[in-house]
């Protein structure tokens, strides 16, 4: 397995509603390693939830948090590390993905990440015309997914065993 070869742990990075988590959960279980997910770090470390945390202290407040909390979970090298969407917006982020983390980009269209997000756990696409937003969002940050990750996953179309398989 990638992780067993390398003194690293694997991070998953892409699109909102990609399935970072979901695939990060399964490979860990499937694995043996451990599964951590910095936005339920996040939560957990400061009581309140993702979506509270941009309401109450906004964005950049949330990204110190999460480069604090990336740099902290990275030092353990047998995990599986599902990363926020926005994580690559950082460039302290971005080194430590690419020289810290086996790093994959679970790739996606815009359409279909959004067509799996439940509920309204997003701040960043809390307004009117969401689809436009992610659009935007998406655009901005595909030349960074790109240039960060070591390993591409498109997702489209497949299980999340075959994906895992892939990541094995
Ligand atoms: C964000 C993605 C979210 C969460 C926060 C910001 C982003 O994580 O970190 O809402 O900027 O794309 P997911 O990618 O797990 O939804």
């Known amino acids: 397995a990638i992780n067993q070869e390398q003194d690293k742990p694997i991070s998953l990075i892409g699109f909102m509603g990609v399935g970072k988590t979901t695939v990060g959960d399964a490979f860990a279980k499937q694995s043996k390693i451990k599964f ?3 936005d339920q770090e996040i939560e ?3 009581s309140q939830s993702i979506s509270s945390i941009f309401e109450t202290k906004g964005e950049d407040y949330f990204r110190s948090l999460e480069s604090k909390t990336l740099q902290d979970v990275t030092t353990n090298p047998s995990s599986v590390i599902s990363c926020g969407g926005g994580v690559i917006t950082r460039e302290e982020n971005r080194i430590i993905l690419q020289e810290k983390t086996i790093c994959i980009w679970l790739k996606a269209d815009v359409e ?3 067509n799996q997000i439940e509920g309204n756990n997003r701040p960043l696409l809390e307004v009117n015309d969401p689809l436009k937003k992610a659009q935007d969002l998406y655009k901005s940050r ?17 299980s999340i065993a075959q994906i895992c398989k892939i990541i094995n």
């Open 36 to 38: 951590i997910d910095i």
């Open 142 to 158: 595909e030349a960074f997914y790109k240039e960060v990750s070591h390993i591409v996953i498109n997702v489209k179309g497949k």
């Open 112 to 114: 279909y990440c959004l």
């Open 44 to 46: 957990k470390q400061t």
